[in-house]
């Protein structure tokens, strides 16, 4: 990486003012979300590894927005006191907007600078240029890519195999229109060319506007132009809702091919969708057709399991996920086995070797180690102690429709299929509810409760039961 100093500072400007009418939304263009971020957040982590000394952005269109967001940003990655913005009231093309970016800036350094549409720009290629236009001296430095379909692109012109200038589309003649080296809108600028040169740009062309490919031109022509190569992949720049999507499947791929690197092993990669704020810790397995999204961390051996969808969710070593489960903000624990067809809800924690099965759902729910709910349950607002069992169709009714109520089963309780717990309940250590029942007040230990509403208990009876069923 390259190191920035006092003797070779760099500034960034990020263009985002414009509007993106081909978005056919209301929401700014560069506030689209690519993968679960908004594109400009991409740029900003994109910059932020080359360290440099302050950050412009450009805004326009719903500037209030696009600054709150950018400095949301800037306050993760730890550049808040970096961040500037400068404000392009009229949309008088990219010189003007360089313009209003350095107005007055003193004193003016040399300048990366890229739109905030591009979010699949990667940091070692911005390192990349960065590095030669300081070893080269370069009076500018750009990226240029080819392409098969150059339409819409400004070319690139060359001399003696040099960058000579860039002809924008609306100004290029028939022969310039076949070239298929094109500008992908990444530039730096020497100090010197943006004090002489900057303020003199002029509109003189088919657009009427400002352009910031004139300074290549004035740079050839007085100093020394830098090119480098940029992937087309790389190069996009998202002004509609099919190049969003086109942005998305590039950074979902790459994600996806950085954990194949590092081992984890996933099925039909094509199909598995894995968020940028997802993290593994490696030999985990992630069937088809799953969905990672958020904050999710995965542990070793790990296994996710088809059509799955977790968002925000914790999974231990060696926890299994099976086939069409939904978590949110949920914890699995070491071991613990989940689904198929279960939903673990807001504030659900499985703890080591615990199960949930299928058709089971648990909101704001602990299941202690060892314990299960494998069939058909709904468990919210409670809290289960160590190696309890939750028979089939049990429900902790915690809700009474003004307030929630919550649930305690302690350690070793039975609950038998198809009770009704009507919370707030306190069910104490090896107590036994039979199926069927509808328990209504607190349960001792080792108690066996059985009834419908009625609050019928044997207390000390469910050990005697226990070893009734064992002899069978």
């Given at each position: 990486m390259t190191t920035l100093n006092e003797d070779n500072p760099l500034d960034v400007v990020i263009l985002a003012a414009g509007q993106g009418t081909r978005m056919k939304s209301d929401l700014a263009k560069v506030l689209h979300e690519v993968l679960e971020r908004p594109m400009i957040e991409w740029v900003l982590r994109a910059i932020e590894p080359l360290n440099p000394r302050k950050i412009i952005v450009v805004v326009g269109h719903q500037r209030d927005s696009v600054r709150a967001r950018c400095l949301d940003v800037a306050a993760k990655l730890e550049l808040g006191s970096r961040i500037?913005?400068?404000?392009?009231?009229?949309?008088?093309?990219?010189?003007?907007?360089?313009?209003?970016?350095?107005?007055?800036?003193?004193?003016?350094?040399n300048t990366l600078v890229l739109c905030g549409d591009t979010p699949c720009i990667h940091e070692d290629s911005l390192n990349r240029l960065v590095q030669a236009h300081f070893s080269t001296e370069a009076t500018a430095s750009l990226f240029t890519t080819e392409v098969d379909h150059p339409f819409g692109y400004g070319r690139i012109v060359r001399q003696e195999g040099n960058v000579y200038q860039i002809v924008e589309e609306k100004d290029a003649d028939d022969e310039q229109r076949k070239i298929q080296e094109v500008n992908p809108g990444v530039y730096i600028f020497s100090s010197g060319i943006l004090e002489t040169r900057l303020s003199a740009l002029e509109n003189k062309n088919q657009q009427g506007e400002f352009y910031i490919t004139d300074l290549i031109f004035d740079a050839a022509t007085n100093g020394k132009v830098h090119s480098s190569s940029l992937s087309c992949e790389e190069m996009l720049g998202v002004n509609s809702q099919v190049q969003r999507s086109e942005a998305e499947?590039?950074?979902?791929?790459?994600?996806?091919?950085?954990?194949?690197?590092?081992?984890?092993?996933?099925?039909m990669p094509n199909s598995v969708w894995i968020g940028p704020g997802v993290a593994f810790e490696g030999n985990?397995?992630?069937?088809?057709?799953?969905?990672?999204s958020g904050e999710c961390h995965i542990g070793?051996?790990?296994?996710?399991?088809?059509?799955?969808s977790l968002r925000d969710t914790t999974v231990a070593e060696g926890a299994i996920v099976e086939a069409m489960t939904w978590t949110e903000h949920a914890c699995i624990g070491k071991g613990a086995r989940v689904g198929p067809y279960a939903r673990l809800r807001e504030g659900s924690h499985l703890e080591?070797?615990?199960?949930?099965?299928?058709?089971?759902?648990?909101?704001?729910?602990?299941?202690?180690?060892?314990?299960?709910?494998?069939?058909?349950?709904?468990?919210g607002d409670t809290t289960i102690g160590r190696n309890a069992n939750i028979g089939a169709g049990t429900i902790t009714c915690n809700y009474d429709g003004f307030n929630k109520h919550k649930t305690s089963i302690a350690d070793g309780v039975f609950i038998g299929s198809n009770s009704t717990l009507v919370a707030p309940i306190t069910i104490d250590a090896d107590a036994f509810v039979a199926a069927g029942?509808?328990?209504?007040?607190?349960?001792?230990?080792?108690?066996?409760?059985?009834?419908r509403a009625s609050q019928s208990t044997k207390k000390g009876y469910a050990a005697r039961l226990r070893k009734r069923l064992r002899k069978g």
């Open positions: 500037e913005f400068a404000l392009q009231e009229e949309q008088l093309g990219t010189g003007h907007a360089l313009q209003c970016a350095l107005k007055g800036a003193q004193p003016i350094n499947d590039i950074l979902r791929k790459r994600i996806i091919t950085q954990w194949m690197h590092e081992g984890v092993a996933i099925s985990a397995e992630v069937a088809p057709f799953t969905h990672l070793q051996n790990a296994r996710i399991g088809a059509h799955s080591e070797g615990s199960k949930v099965g299928n058709f089971v759902e648990m909101k704001k729910t602990t299941l202690g180690v060892g314990s299960k709910a494998s069939h058909l349950s709904y468990l029942s509808t328990v209504v007040k607190d349960i001792p230990r080792d108690a066996l409760a059985f009834g």
